[in-house]
Nanobody
Framework: QVQLVESGGGLVQAGGSLRLSCAAS????????MAWFRQGPVKERDFVAA???????FYADSVKGRFTISRDNAKNTVHLQMNSLKPEDTAVYYC????????????????WGQGTQVTVSA
């Protein structure tokens, strides 16, 4: 079992930056793949970024070059550094974890945080 708590969301102007954090509790955090998803109003939950247990990273095309995912196994945390934010990045951002996700679709992740709102104004 893994419990996840996100923080760091807020309101920012276009072009600005935010850093999201996800604190995990439970055992063997280092064995889990960690990911960020986001869900905008009346939209599906979409993949944003992921980092595997061995620190390989993956990104959605829409955020490549602007977002960076990282993990700190000593502190049981994962971060999402978001730069050059755009209004279309506005969404609730969710942290997710799973031991061996087959793909980066939401239904492959068993553990979820409650989400944190990110709003980017034009």
């Amino acid at each position: 079992q893994v419990q996840l708590v996100e923080s760091g969301g807020g309101l920012v102007q276009a072009g600005g930056s935010l850093r999201l954090s996800c604190a995990a509790s439970g055992r063997a955090f280092g064995n889990y793949a960690m990911a960020w998803f986001r869900q905008g109003p009346v939209k599906e939950r979409d993949f944003v970024a992921a980092v595997t247990w061995n620190t390989k990273t993956f990104y959605a095309d829409s955020v490549k070059g602007r977002f960076t995912i990282s993990r700190d196994n000593a502190k049981n945390t994962v971060h999402l550094q978001m730069n050059s934010l755009k209004p279309e990045d506005t969404a609730v951002y969710y942290c997710a974890a799973d031991l061996a996700p087959r793909d980066f679709q939401p239904y492959y992740f068993n553990y979820w945080g409650q989400g944190t709102q990110v709003t980017v104004s034009a």
